[in-house]
């Protein structure tokens, strides 16, 4: 267990994507895959192994419970995980938590009252080559949205939280070093019971695997289709004209409270001013 905290000032990469100036730097953008499922599964060909790492929708306070919420479901099905409880702190806005080489028992579909579980890992005795030796599970708390009052406004917007929970995901991306893990496995973290909005959180997970160099797989089930389409467009036009991760936020960032257009889909917001800025940038060379 690694409890990670990397602070700005501290850490150069993390100076640039907090300042997000594309004048400065450009970072470009890793692989994003999309991968649809049924229902949410604690398949190990969900979990990152062996050689990534899978992101688990934490609380502050990590550890399981009976609400069958992803991390719940993700600790519960882990028993070697379950002392997590006793040792750790609630997790600060710069902290999360890391924790490798435990093993999963049992394979659980669905979440909250439809959990149940679908299959029994039937495996030897861990050994050297086991694939569970390198799991590993980033316990990463989203902040908690549910409870403001929007009025039309995303309170992922608002002042400071779309740095926060950017910090928080590049801590995660960013823990294994020197060698990046080959991808993170993720999803819609803080987009259920913490009220978090799907496209503002997905372009933060987005830009932080490109700073901490690593390439996304992220899984979804068949009602959050539209929104992966649309997602799919951005990356492509992201990939066709060459846009940092700076861009991205920069532009995020740049959505008004009183924008009822910006905040109504973010994502929509962000396409339309890079791709204006990418049409400027071509007549200037024309």
Known sequence: MTLRSVKD??????????????????????????????????????????????????????????????????????????????????????QVLVLTGVESLVVVEGHGRSARMTRVHHTIPPTRDSLWRTRTMLFMDALELDGYDSSGTLPDLLPGHVDRELQKAYTAFSSRSPTPYAFVATGLWGCGAFGGNDEVKTMIQWCAAAFAGVELRFTYSDDRSSFVRRFRELADLAQRDAWAAE???????SIRPDDKEGNKSPLAFVMKVLSGRSLVHVSAFT
């Open 9 to 94: 000032g501290e850490d150069k990469q993390l100076a640039r994507m907090l300042a997000s100036d594309p004048e400065r730097s450009r970072t470009p953008f890793k692989t994003l895959e999309f991968i649809a499922v049924p229902e949410p599964s604690t398949d190990p060909a969900f979990l990152g192994v062996p050689d990534g790492a899978g992101v688990v929708f934490a609380n502050k306070q990590v550890g399981f419970g009976t609400g069958g919420t992803m991390e719940e479901v993700a600790v519960g099905t882990t028993p070697e995980a379950c002392p997590i409880v006793l040792v750790t702190r609630p997790l600060k806005d710069d």
């Open 247 to 253: 861009e991205v936020l920069e532009a995020l960032k």
